[in-house]
Every structure is written in structure tokens, then in C-alpha cells.
T-cell receptor
């Protein structure tokens, strides 16, 4: 069966520090991968998606970047965090004609 | 542009009563529609989907949803609510352009089931 792992679960980082959130998927190959951000416990905003290794599409301009160094690994990064980067970050994967499956999320607090 | 609307920020239901969480959509072509549930500080869990076929879709935990093309709606329903159903519910539509599979989410509806 397929599983998705996201870590860390919670993170408190000072303003100006770097960020690296990791997401890995097991039990499938060549998935589409997604990073979403959820602010204030409500709507989800798609940040990045990837349809293959090294292929990253950004949905909104921001202080974050994403990379996909391996087929089932998706990384969300920042060189210098802003207060406004605080939120709940969710990774998801999908194969053709299936629903998307989400990780358990990372709660990022920038202080 | 494709969009999803959940007109209610919160729905309050007494345990044992039927519940409905509303969702309307705007898409070009045939929609792929989804419902997800989120418990506090957790990821989203898939409940059910409509791709094609019967308009009444049955999903996890006794939930079902009815696809209504003429009203462009996909309301989530359950005949008898449980206190444990209290959570945040999201309706979503898949972006049909390209092969990205992006999901476009509604703003979410908080379901509160009271004993």
C-alpha cells in the first residue's frame, strides 16, 4: 500500500532562518506531488506541484521554493523565512485517475 | 476559471440528526469532485469522489454525496450524525487542464455535532 511521510510535524524557526520540509511517498512510482499551505485553519493554497523529477511548477510568487531530487521525494525550502510564512504545510501525491492523498502536515511558526 | 464554493462557514447538527454540508462548483467540462475531512492539526483524509456514473456517491464513515449537474452542486450528506464527525470539511474540484491533477478547494465548512 502507498504511504506518504512528512516531517517534521512541528517547527518553530526565527525570522531570517532557512527552511527545509521533506515529503516522501512509498509504494508508488512517478506520482504527481503537491505542496499546499493552509493559513488560519481554513482554505488551502497550492504552492507548488511536480509531475516528474526536476519538474517544478510554482502557483504563486513567494519566498519559498520546491525541489524534487528523486521520484518520490519533494522538498519545500526557503533561504530566509518571513513571519508571513507561518502556517500549516501539507504535502500530497496523486497517480492518474485517483484522488490525492495527503501527509499529516507540518505546523510552521516563524517567530 | 474553475472554482468551488462552500457557502456555510459552520454547520451545527444534533447527534443522530441528518447532516448536509453544501458545495457548488464552476468548471468547464465534466467535473471531478471530491470531499475531504480534516481533524485538528492533521492532514486531509479522503471521503469520497465523483468521476462519472451514479449521481449518488457513497464514501467512508457513512458519508455520501449527491452530484447535481443542473444545480452544479455536490452536497455532502449523512443520515445520522455522530459527535466524532465534528471536523473541517473541504469540497474540491480537480483542474482538468493539462495533466497536473491540481485540486481547487473550497474554503471549508466546520461541522459541529452536539450530543
Amino acid at each position: 500500500s502507498q504511504t506518504i511521510h512528512q516531517w517534521p510535524a512541528t517547527l518553530v524557526q526565527p525570522v531570517g532562518s532557512p527552511l527545509s520540509l521533506e515529503c516522501t511517498v512509498e509504494g508508488t512510482s512517478n506520482p504527481n506531488l503537491y505542496w499546499y499551505r493552509q493559513a488560519a485553519g481554513r482554505g488551502l493554497q497550492l504552492l507548488f506541484y511536480s509531475v516528474g523529477i526536476g519538474q517544478i511548477s510554482s502557483e504563486v510568487p513567494q519566498n519559498l521554493s520546491a525541489s524534487r531530487p528523486q521520484d518520490r521525494q519533494f522538498i519545500l525550502s526557503s533561504k530566509k523565512l518571513l513571519l508571513s510564512d507561518s502556517g500549516f504545510y501539507l504535502c500530497a501525491w496523486r497517480r492518474q485517475n485517483t484522488e490525492a492523498f495527503f501527509g499529516q502536515g507540518t505546523r510552521l511558526t516563524v517567530v | 476559471a474553475q472554482s468551488v464554493a462552500q457557502p456555510e462557514d459552520q454547520v451545527n447538527v444534533a447527534e443522530g440528526n441528518p447532516l448536509t454540508v453544501k458545495c457548488t462548483y464552476s468548471v468547464s467540462g465534466n467535473p471531478y469532485l471530491f470531499w475531504y475531512v480534516q481533524y485538528p492539526n492533521r492532514g486531509l483524509q479522503f471521503l469520497l469522489k465523483y468521476i462519472t456514473g451514479d449521481n449518488l456517491v457513497k464514501g467512508s464513515y457513512g458519508f455520501e454525496a449527491e452530484f447535481n449537474k443542473s444545480q452544479t452542486s455536490f452536497h455532502l450528506k449523512k443520515p445520522s450524525a455522530l459527535v466524532s464527525d465534528s471536523a473541517l470539511y473541504f469540497c474540491a474540484v480537480r483542474d482538468r487542464s493539462g495533466n497536473t491533477g491540481k485540486l481547487i478547494f473550497g474554503q471549508g465548512t466546520t461541522l459541529q455535532v452536539k450530543p
